[in-house]
């Protein structure tokens, strides 16, 4: 009894020493909140003032840690949830009209009727088209509570009216899983675009799709996947590891050890895996790279990813805002700790891509240098790896900027090819989809963009004051052509069809297509 009396009033001693740490400087900010109300000149903005002290106080601590609005929290929680309330269509804005890409399949749009092509000019009898309303306001007035109705007035090409559609909003998919397809008749490839709550029902469906086309070896693309949720990261490399393996494990100086295993047999851990990532996959994609590696159990092949490794936790506030505060930090199997260095502080943090372009890092592996302070082994063949921030492949594929010329960037960061690719889509949609079908396969093996379309391009941007010279007709233009077949692609079907148009462009998965294809290559890197 005596004892359990001391060990107590140690640790509520202990407790109320760590309190004065935080007490003190928060009577300061009550004492300060109350002189500004009380005798300041004019009047206080207290939620003002408040938000502006919540985010003082995170601002210096690490990159990654921030003081959360509602409206940031709501944006945060929708892609990784996987889905919010809305009516199903993918958009753009085309001369201030919101003109429909896609319907949704089984939501609430498509059971009006709505359709790819249709114009969205008015939404509960408020004029949407040509007052120049941004994204944000459009989906603000689409987006709404399930259950809730909503009037759209459209403009239907041949149709000489108006037409209303009453929309009853509906909870509506956001799926992480780009692209599915059999990039050779062995070979499955599987782009995701994040880790969210659908992740790994999207991936297992699409697995199992591959496999019963023939696939025994998987491409798992995770190229510019930011990452998302830390438990479907380790729930697909459980995908790939046997039980009882390491994925990964987390510690900080107030969050003790926790270790994510491999819990059960995966769907494919045995066959060829090549995981692809660059220098914008970050988070979780670091988690399932860094895992695959680890234990030997496929390639890496790609640049240095991001090297974000520090483990936020959401603490709510009690009125909607929250605090997105680093608690831990995210450690491969063999011990590296994932994150890079941002002691320099958060500008030097946001520039470290640019340095590291401009240091030739994108064009060259022999640019990257690490200490030997930062050298791991790997679990099973004992392979040199280095931590200190990202997942360095094993297979290095150089950033590729001589197929794009000036005048390709030029189109695209103005909207103009986008703009031409809807107008014609939009003008021959039903041709197109006579000719070729509802399925896309016929169109991405026969269509060409020929040099007729290419001249209707070059006149719009003409128009828009694009100079366009014969230097710029002789220029090689293939890029250009091929990503216009690819915008066409997906407006006409779905998304996943611009990926398979534009496989031939993604030089790292034809990296691992060719590695794949050579029994030598395959020996010295392993494969089976």
């Known amino acids: 009894m005596k004892k359990t009396f001391l060990i107590l009033s140690s640790l509520l001693l202990w407790t109320s020493l760590q309190a004065q740490d935080y007490i003190i400087p928060m009577r300061k900010i ?31 601590l690490d990159p990654h840690s921030e003081y959360m609005s509602k409206e940031e929290v709501s944006e945060m929680n929708e892609p990784l949830q996987g889905g919010f309330d809305g009516i199903g269509i993918s958009f753009n804005m085309m001369n201030d009209t919101l003109f429909i890409v896609e319907v949704i399949t089984g939501g609430p749009s498509e059971k009006v009727g709505l359709l790819a092509g249709d114009r969205i000019l008015s939404v509960d009898d408020e004029v949407i088209a040509g007052v120049k309303m941004s994204n944000k306001e459009v989906m603000k007035r689409l987006k709404g509570p399930k259950g809730t109705l909503v009037r759209i007035g459209v403009k239907r090409r041949g149709e000489p009216e108006l037409l209303e559609f009453r929309i009853i909003r509906d909870k509506i998919p956001l799926y992480s899983l780009d692209a599915a397809f059999m990039a050779d008749k062995k070979t499955g490839y599987i782009r995701l675009s994040r880790f969210s709550a659908t992740t790994m029902k999207e991936f297992k469906e699409a697995f199992e799709e591959l496999r019963q086309q023939g696939m025994e070896q998987l491409i798992l693309d995770l190229q510019s996947n930011g990452g998302g949720y830390m438990n479907t990261a380790v729930e697909l490399a459980d995908e790939f590891l046997p039980k009882g393996r390491s994925v990964v494990y987390t510690e900080g100086l107030n969050s003790p050890r926790y270790q994510a295993d491999a819990s059960e047999r995966g769907s494919f851990e ?114 040199t790896v280095y931590g200190g921030g990202g997942i360095m492949p094993d297979v290095f594929v150089p950033v590729d900027t001589s197929r794009y010329t000036d005048l390709h960037r030029e189109l695209v960061n103005k909207g103009i090819l986008n703009r031409f690719i ?101 020996a010295r890197y392993g494969l089976l």
């Open 30 to 60: 009550q004492t300060a909140v109350f002189a500004l109300n009380s005798f300041y000149v004019d009047s206080v903005d207290n939620e003002k003032l408040i938000n502006e002290a919540m985010k003082s106080i995170v601002k210096n």
């Open 270 to 383: 045995k066959g060829n895996l090549i995981v692809l990532i660059d220098e914008f996959s970050a988070s979780s994609s670091e988690i399932v790279a860094g895992a695959v590696q680890d234990w030997d159990r496929g390639l890496i092949i790609g640049r240095r990813s991001f090297g974000k490794g520090l483990v936020q936790r959401i603490f709510p506030l009690g009125d909607g805002t929250a605090l997105k505060l680093t608690v831990s930090r995210y450690y491969t199997p063999s011990g590296r700790c994932i994150q890079k260095p941002y002691q320099e502080g958060v500008e030097a943090y946001g520039r470290d891509l640019i340095e590291r372009y401009n240091r030739g890092e994108m064009s060259s592996a022999d640019s990257i240098h690490f200490p030997d302070s930062l050298r791991y082994s790997t679990m099973i063949e004992k392979r």
């Open 422 to 522: 809807l107008t014609y889509v939009d003008e021959n949609r039903r041709a197109l989809l006579d000719k070729y079908g509802e399925n896309s396969q016929e169109f991405i093996r026969e269509f060409q963009f020929d040099d007729e379309l290419l001249e209707g391009l070059f006149k719009l941007a003409i128009k828009e004051n694009v100079k366009i010279t014969d230097e710029h007709r002789q220029e090689d233009l293939s890029v250009l052509k091929l990503q216009c077949k690819a915008y066409m692609a997906r407006d006409l079907w779905k998304s996943a069809d611009y990926y398979k148009v534009m496989a031939p462009l993604n030089e790292s998965l034809q990296e691992a297509l060719r590695i794949l294809g050579d029994k030598k290559l395959k």
